[in-house]
């Protein structure tokens, strides 16, 4: 094979699904978790409906708009990292594992920064209940973002020691599938606090 030929894929066998049971049943738990949240949502959108038409308004959508864009391109390199090691490419596979790991902790700031404007605009959990499911649905999603980032972390330490290769590479397959899931749940509460009117 030549310097510059790029390495074939190793694909998992037909049926499999990507990383293991075990981040299924977590990912389960979180759908179902989110879930009751959004029941909750719509229950008291339901019951406060003039709360939950002006509370986006008093919301930075800068602030939802530029962490969905965070959300999604974490996405995007977590699946270019499993990409990258199913050909064989380790040190390509960290770099964008650590691009992951950028956009998660710019995620985080984000959020920091958007509370303290926020407060400072006089936006608490108690200013309505608009604002009290906000409060409980974006700190539940934040819990989840830093587990993810606790797996991620383990997942690079991995592949800078080899553990992965385009045979087996499951762990990866289980932290990029754990992420999608976060990602997903984002983009259902992305539209939901910052756009539904």
Not at 4 to 29: D, H, M, R
Request: aromatic share 16%.
């Amino acid at each position: 094979m030549s310097p510059t030929a790029t390495p074939a894929l190793q694909f998992p066998a037909e049926g499999a699904i990507p990383g293991n049971k075990g981040i299924w049943a977590g990912i389960l738990s979180e759908m179902t978790e989110f879930a009751l949240l959004f029941g909750v949502y719509f229950i008291a959108r339901a019951h406060f409906p003039q709360e939950f038409r002006d509370g986006p308004l008093r919301l930075s959508l800068f602030a939802g708009t530029f962490n969905t864009v965070l959300m999604i391109s974490g996405s995007y390199f977590v699946a270019n990292a499993v990409l990258a090691i199913r050909q064989n490419r380790q040190q390509a596979s960290i770099r964008w594992l650590l691009l992951v790991l950028i956009a998660a902790c710019g995620y985080l700031v984000t959020k920091f920064f958007e509370f303290r404007w926020n407060v400072s605009q006089g936006v608490t959990g108690g200013t309505g209940i608009f604002f009290a499911v906000y409060y409980y649905l974006t700190f539940t999603h934040i819990v989840h973002v830093v587990w993810g980032i606790t797996g991620l972390l383990w997942v690079i330490v991995r592949t800078h020691t080899g553990a992965y290769s385009p045979q087996n590479h499951e762990g990866m397959e289980a932290f990029a599938s754990y992420w999608h899931a976060t990602d997903l749940v984002w983009l259902i509460i992305f539209p939901l606090l910052y756009l539904l009117r």
